[in-house]
Structures are given as structure tokens and as C-alpha cells.
């Protein structure tokens, strides 16, 4: 009956960083939409980038935020410090939310260089 209660803490103990993290089925990664805007706020961190744009489309214009992969993920497919700044055109691909609601997962940038990542 110990060794019993022993696993069943454990098992708890080990599932509860597991239940922190939000899922991404929000999204759906099925499609694929382009969004250009201006940065308001265009952050590298972990466990998730967040990019703020000012969009204007037939809903007028709007901040929305988006989030994206980890730090090192972004960094691998050529994110760099500093080639994103604050005020910066710049074009995001995302995977939409399923609602319909403003925001989306980021799968690519494009700079206002060209560069993308």
C-alpha cells in the first residue's frame, strides 16, 4: 500500500508542470494567412514569441497579438536580435485560430529587409 501511495505522488507530482502548459488546438495549423502590419511590440522569449502588430483591414485598424514558437526555435530558422524592430512593416504567416477571433500562431516572418525566418 506504500509503494502505491509513493507512485501515485509521484505520478501527480511529475503530470503537474505538464497540466501549466496551454495547448496550441486553438490554431489551426490546416491553414495559412498572411498578415502585414506595423510592430508595436515584437518579443524572443521562452516559452513562447509574442508579436504585437497595429493591423488595418476591413475591420480597421487594431493591435493583435500573436505568439510563436520558443526562443530557440525562432533563432535556428534565422531570427536574430535586433532584425525586428518596434515600427517595422513587417509580414507574418500564421495559423489562424479556429473562432475566427484576431490573433494567430506565427510559422514565418518576413522583415522589412526581406529577410525571413
Known amino acids: 500500500m506504500i509503494k502505491q501511495m509513493i ?4 505520478g501527480v507530482a511529475l503530470a503537474a508542470p505538464v497540466w501549466a502548459h496551454h495547448s496550441a488546438a486553438r490554431f489551426d495549423f490546416g491553414k495559412s494567412v498572411m498578415v502585414e ?3 508595436k511590440e515584437f518579443l524572443v522569449n521562452n516559452p513562447h514569441t509574442k ?3 497595429e493591423v488595418t483591414d476591413e475591420k480597421g485598424t487594431r493591435d493583435i497579438e500573436f505568439e510563436g514558437h520558443s526562443r ?3 533563432y535556428r530558422r534565422g531570427w536574430r536580435p535586433n532584425l525586428v524592430h518596434e515600427g517595422d512593416q513587417i509580414t507574418i504567416t500564421i ?4 473562432d475566427g477571433s ?3 500562431y506565427v510559422t514565418a516572418v518576413t522583415a522589412k529587409d526581406g529577410t525571413e525566418f
Open 7 to 10: 507512485g501515485l505522488v509521484c
Open 37 to 39: 502590419g506595423v510592430v
Open 51 to 53: 508579436v504585437v502588430l
Open 72 to 74: 530557440n526555435n525562432v
Open 95 to 98: 495559423a489562424p485560430t479556429r
Open 102 to 104: 484576431d490573433g494567430g
